[in-house]
């Protein structure tokens, strides 16, 4: 596939922050506001820009990804960061592109869900979100993982996260020693050097999700149309979180995309195409 090309802007949050926004296509004929796209943890828009495109060209409308704080051209997280900054920042951009439609990828998902309880959202879809309930995500490695990058041992800090999100699938279960060599080795590569560059944005980002900690039944102000996707070769815990909500809400959806793990926004995978173009164009 050629070069994904997407138009760039800016949005102004309301305590004067910016965030650096991509648009595909550039939505200059588009009769349709499209659809929001809010990125996980420790990466940046670039590796959703694809994704966007792909979204994009199935709905025929734009599809909208942002750097979220502490990444690109976006302002860095501040001292009081906490979800409530992410909700804030999503409302900025859904107002700024017109747009009542959300999707949301891991840390971007719990943001989603969350800013479904307040701001004008009428499609929300979400896959794998980390998100609490009553206690279910604790992060009893968040002081090891933060005692690690204080160190400047970015390749340990790494194989801390991993192992304790589970998200890179077999590699996550690899000794800590071992996982913390493969990093060193990982770290020399472009992507490698981006997401040591990102790693500090995470302590906060974990805590956020801890912090909002709730019953999922406080969730049955999220839209009606609401839809919970979950991969197949995922950690089980993103399946157990998303059943719980899709359990309160009327209306909503919950499907599990078989051999799709817990990357598939970001190769991105058809499956997940497809099924979202269903979504949003319903």
Avoid at 94 to 101: D, I
Avoid at 235 to 247: N, R, T, V, W
């Amino acid at each position: 596939m050629a070069a994904t090309q997407l138009s760039a802007s800016t949005v102004t949050t309301p305590d004067g922050a910016v965030l650096e926004l991509f648009t595909a296509p550039n939505g200059k004929d588009a009769t349709e506001a499209g659809v929001v796209v809010v990125h996980g943890s420790m990466v940046t828009a670039e590796l959703y820009k694809e994704f966007a495109q792909r979204l994009s060209d199935a709905v025929h409308a734009p599809v909208h990804v942002y750097n979220r704080r502490g990444r690109g051209g976006s302002s860095p997280q501040p001292t009081g960061y906490s979800l409530a900054t992410e909700i804030e920042d999503l409302g900025a951009v859904l107002e700024h592109t017109g747009t009542q439609a959300v999707f949301g990828h891991n840390y971007g998902g719990c943001i989603a869900l969350h800013a479904g309880r307040t701001l004008e959202i009428s499609q929300l879809a979400v896959y794998d979100p980390i998100i609490s309930f009553e206690g279910s995500i604790k992060a009893v490695w968040l002081r090891e993982f933060e005692e690690s990058l204080a160190a400047g041992d970015d390749d340990k800090a790494l194989a801390v996260l991993l192992r304790g999100l589970q998200t890179a699938g077999p590699v996550s279960k690899l000794p800590l020693p071992i996982l913390t060599v493969l990093n060193r080795i990982g770290s020399r590569t472009p992507l490698g050097k981006e997401l040591s560059r990102l790693l500090p944005t995470g302590p906060r980002e974990i805590r956020a999700v801890v912090a909002a900690d709730a019953a999922a039944r406080g969730f049955d102000e999220l839209p009606l149309e609401s839809l919970f996707l979950v991969g197949g070769a995922s950690p089980e815990y993103f399946a157990e979180a998303s059943q719980k909500l899709d359990g309160v809400l009327p209306a909503s959806d919950f499907d599990v995309l078989p051999k799709l793990a817990h990357d598939a926004p970001t190769r991105p995978a058809k499956a997940l195409i497809d099924r979202l173009a269903d979504f949003f164009k319903s």
